[in-house]
């Protein structure tokens, strides 16, 4: 993700406002890495029900 552009001038209300933009460009791509994360979690934690669920079905008199 790009980060903001740096301000061509001088002046310190342009130099806060990339300070602002900045920021808002981290936000976006720490959220994106929260929500990256949660979904492994929650697809890992699928998976471990699956194999649970999988390795104790048993069939009607064979075990």
């Given at each position: 993700?790009?980060?903001?552009?740096?301000?061509g001038?001088?002046?310190?209300?342009?130099?806060?406002?990339?300070?602002?933009?900045?920021?808002?460009?981290?936000?976006?791509?720490?959220?994106?890495?929260?929500?990256?994360?949660?979904?492994?979690?929650?697809?890992?934690?699928?998976?471990?029900?699956?194999?649970?669920?999988?390795?104790?079905?048993?069939?009607?008199?064979?075990?």
């Amino acid at each position: 993700m790009a980060g903001a552009p740096l301000p061509g001038a001088r002046e310190v209300a342009d130099w806060i406002a990339f300070g602002s933009a900045q920021t808002g460009q981290l936000d976006k791509a720490n959220d994106r890495y929260r929500a990256a994360a949660g979904i492994i979690a929650r697809c890992e934690l699928r998976d471990r029900e699956a194999v649970k669920r999988a390795s104790t079905r048993k069939f009607p008199g064979l075990f």
